[in-house]
């Protein structure tokens, strides 16, 4: 997040990596669901990778590199190699200034990361309100962490309330407790993460304590704001009956606003990312869970929190 120039005036910006339409999973409805970029934990499992660094990144697309060498020729600060089948980016030289992306005649590079004032976000997300009003959708913003930008979210919650639009804020809750009191009156629902109940394994695997994320969640629920709680199911992390019921024994005790649990089965869909921005992936060559440890999962879940539900690829395919 950062303030750019507007007309006489500083204006307020935000950096997002995706503006995705058409969303069926991220809260009720037809939704438009805005990445911002930049999250301060480090989940093994992140199937959003580019969703982690604040700041615009290059990504090269291995399947759609010819090889013409276009891209080096045009990057000023020589960050750029290229060998059979694979692309070095220094990214100690790398500023993603886009001049390779410009150059490059197959489109196999890409700058991820755009900068928005929050009246061009809000006209961008209104082109699909006829949907929302006709679905019972909305907006959500998620991440990476939108809280993050908390100024930035705010200013655009403040515009999407102001127009009509229903607003969903996906976070992780790791946010200090005074931003999301200040958010709370602009939104319709929060979707909240609850990866772990044991802190020292929260640690591990995602870089942080979760004290404050279950402070949070308890907060959130008291101030009467409607939540889903999100809850992926990790191979060899998050994926135990003790976990499953310990979670489902804090949001049926402390959380009475929450009207929906989801399991989200592990999916390696992220992992062709991790190469793409030239860093290791933790879980490379893990399978996906089997249905019947999901259902089993969800057996766990359902007995304590009765709205749960589970969704996602496994080995034997889709949930119907």
């Known amino acids: 997040m950062g303030r750019g120039l507007g007309k006489g005036d500083v204006a307020l910006t935000g950096t997002t990596f995706n503006v995705q339409r058409f969303s069926t999973e991220d809260g009720p409805g037809i939704r438009t669901t805005v990445f911002f970029k930049g999250c301060p934990l480090r989940c093994a499992w992140c199937h959003n990778p580019e969703g982690m660094s604040p700041q615009p990144e290059l990504m090269w697309y291995d399947t759609r590199c010819i090889g013409a060498q276009d891209c080096l020729r045009a990057c000023p600060a020589g960050a750029l190699q290229l060998a059979p089948g694979d692309m070095q980016v220094d990214r100690g030289l790398c500023d993603a200034c886009g001049l390779c992306v410009d150059a490059c005649p197959a489109g196999a590079l890409e700058v991820i990361g755009r900068s928005w004032t929050a009246e061009a976000l809000l006209a961008e997300v209104e082109k699909d309100a006829v949907f929302y009003q006709t679905s019972g959708g909305g907006v959500t913003l998620s991440g990476g962490e939108p809280m993050m930008q908390a100024e930035f979210v705010a200013a655009l919650c403040q515009l999407c309330h102001q127009a009509g639009l229903p607003v969903a804020l996906d976070t992780c809750g790791i946010a200090p407790w005074v ?110 869970l089997t249905r019947d440890q999901m259902e089993a999962m969800h057996a766990v879940a359902v007995g304590l929190v009765p709205s749960a539900v589970w969704s996602g690829a496994t080995q034997q395919g889709e949930p119907g």
Do not use: C
Not at 192 to 204: I, N, Q, T
Not at 249 to 276: C, H, M, Q, S
């Open 179 to 288: 931003q999301y009191r200040a958010l709370l009156p602009w939104l319709d629902l929060v979707l909240y993460d609850l990866k772990l109940w044991d802190g020292a394994s929260h640690r591990v695997v995602t870089g942080v304590d979760n004290t404050a994320i279950l402070d949070n969640a308890r907060r959130i629920s008291a101030a009467g704001m409607p939540m889903w709680i999100r809850t992926p199911v990790i191979p060899g992390h998050t994926d135990s009956a003790e976990n499953i019921a310990a979670l489902g024994a804090f949001i049926a005790a402390e959380l009475p606003t929450v009207r929906r649990w989801d399991l989200l089965a592990y999916t390696n869909l992220g992992e062709p990312k991790y190469r793409r921005l030239d860093r290791p992936y933790a879980l490379a060559g893990s399978p996906l």
